[in-house]
């Protein structure tokens, strides 16, 4: 019998897939819903910790983050952010006088997660809405999948020394070379398959798609070791069991955030 690991992943993956190829309303709200449902994680690992982070703030400022980018493809992002700010600090203001004494790391952790799933999030939805958005994001995220294939087999198979072994004692150098060569080649696999397919213009060079492909590989890894910072500091396995196998949403996309965001930008600088 499959594992609830592998049951999930066929089921999880092909949603994703499903939704980047849809666009539009569908995928939106799809994303939507993960990066809130990753934020209501974020929150309450640090609640274990005996801080009270705004959950309606962090929701609210998440949720505008996303809407922005859905209805005005990032030009009020200046906006936003300054809302978000300001009325962080209000609540922080309104906790300390009510008496609670972490007032002042409740505005950090609120905004911080604000930034992190909202702003950095919302590169999901600025990515799929470029020119050519659905073959690009094809590209990006099952290339951080590929990649951390890669990492898995050969770091388990060569992987002696430790890259972070008090964050991550399964990371090795070896697997993060693994994870550079399998995503770098998939980059470039990827760009042909969906030139093919009619998703990316036949003139994108393939050259694009591996330089991709290696610098995805190379950073998104900081995603993982940022969440795996705080489950380590709270003493938590995972985020949440949200995902049967896998722990919970924030488990999953810490990577896809980081590599929306730097496809985003390979995009427009090439």
């Known amino acids: ?3 609830q690991r592998v049951k999930s992943a066929l089921i999880f993956t092909p949603l994703v897939l499903v939704m980047i190829y849809l666009g539009g309303w569908a995928f939106y709200i799809f994303t939507a819903a993960i990066l809130l449902a990753a934020a209501f994680e974020y929150a309450r690992l640090f609640k274990s ?5 705004s959950l309606p703030v962090i929701l609210a400022g998440v949720l505008l983050f996303v ?6 493809d990032g030009r009020y ?4 952010l300054s809302l978000v700010i300001f009325l962080t600090a209000l609540v922080a203001l309104v906790q300390y006088e009510s008496g609670n004494e972490h ?3 409740n505005f950090g952790i609120s905004l911080s997660a604000i930034l992190y799933l909202g702003w950095i999030g919302g590169f999901l939805i600025a990515l799929r809405t470029l020119p050519n958005g659905r073959g690009w994001l094809l590209t990006d995220l099952p290339a951080v999948w590929l990649a951390d294939s890669g990492a898995y087999f050969i770091g388990g198979w060569l992987g002696k020394a430790k890259m972070t072994p008090k964050l991550s004692p399964k990371k090795s150098w070896a697997g993060l070379a693994g994870a550079i060569i399998f995503g770098t080649l998939s980059g470039v696999g990827l760009v042909a398959l969906w030139q093919w397919a009619g ?6 060079p393939l050259w ?3 330089v991709m492909g290696f610098v995805i590989a190379l950073l998104s890894p900081i995603g993982d070791l940022f969440i795996s910072l705080f489950k380590r500091t709270v003493g938590a396995k995972d985020t949440g069991n949200l995902i049967p196998g896998h722990g919970g949403v924030l488990d999953r996309i810490d990577t896809w ?3 929306a965001l730097i496809g985003y930008y390979l995009v427009i600088i090439f």
Not at 49 to 53: E, F
Not at 67 to 72: A, D, I, S, V, Y
Not at 199 to 204: G, H
């Open 1 to 3: 019998m499959l594992s």
């Open 199 to 204: 998703w990316l213009p036949a003139d994108v």
């Open 257 to 259: 955030i980081w590599a």
């Open 77 to 80: 992002v200046g906006v936003v």
């Open 103 to 105: 007032a002042a790391p």
């Open 208 to 210: 694009q798609g591996a």
């Open 67 to 72: 809407l922005e980018r859905w209805f005005f």
């Open 49 to 53: 910790l005996g801080h009270s982070p």
